[in-house]
């Protein structure tokens, strides 16, 4: 493989082969009409996440799957608008016990989060980062 440009000597065998497959696939267009060209990155503010949890946040985000509180309040909000809408009685009482299950289930990853030592460890850093500590 031939290089238009010099390669760096800092430059490791691996980023070689990485910068070669990015030139043969701008050769061929491969890059072309992707979704969003043109348009700003839309970057997200990960500050809310604890840094030791980010890498899997953005895995799980990019490959749709929502956290699993995430995915209850959905859920639940779901539920809620189907009780809402619901005529029949024992229907509605079904389907307020399936909100139930999931409010209680939310609630118990809830409560076990506030506890999570990764969490307590962010929240000191924070504090320390603030003074308070």
Avoid at 4 to 25: N, Q
Avoid at 51 to 60: K, S, V
């Amino acid at each position: 493989m031939l290089f238009t440009e010099p390669v760096p000597i800092r430059m490791d065998i691996a980023e070689v082969i990485a910068e070669g497959k990015i030139r043969e696939a701008m050769e061929k267009g491969e890059f072309e009409n992707l979704p969003g060209k043109g348009k700003p990155l839309q970057i997200d503010d990960l500050s809310h996440v604890p840094e030791e949890l980010r890498a899997g946040y953005i895995i799980l985000k990019n490959a749709g799957v929502l956290p699993e509180e995430l995915q209850l309040k959905k859920e639940i909000i779901s539920l809620q608008k189907l009780i809402d809408y619901c005529n029949d009685e024992e229907e509605r009482c079904t389907l307020r016990k399936k909100m139930n299950q999931k409010i209680l289930r939310f609630d118990m990853l809830m409560e076990k989060r506030r506890l999570s030592p990764s969490l307590i460890h962010y929240k000191n850093k924070i504090y320390k980062k603030f003074g308070r500590y």
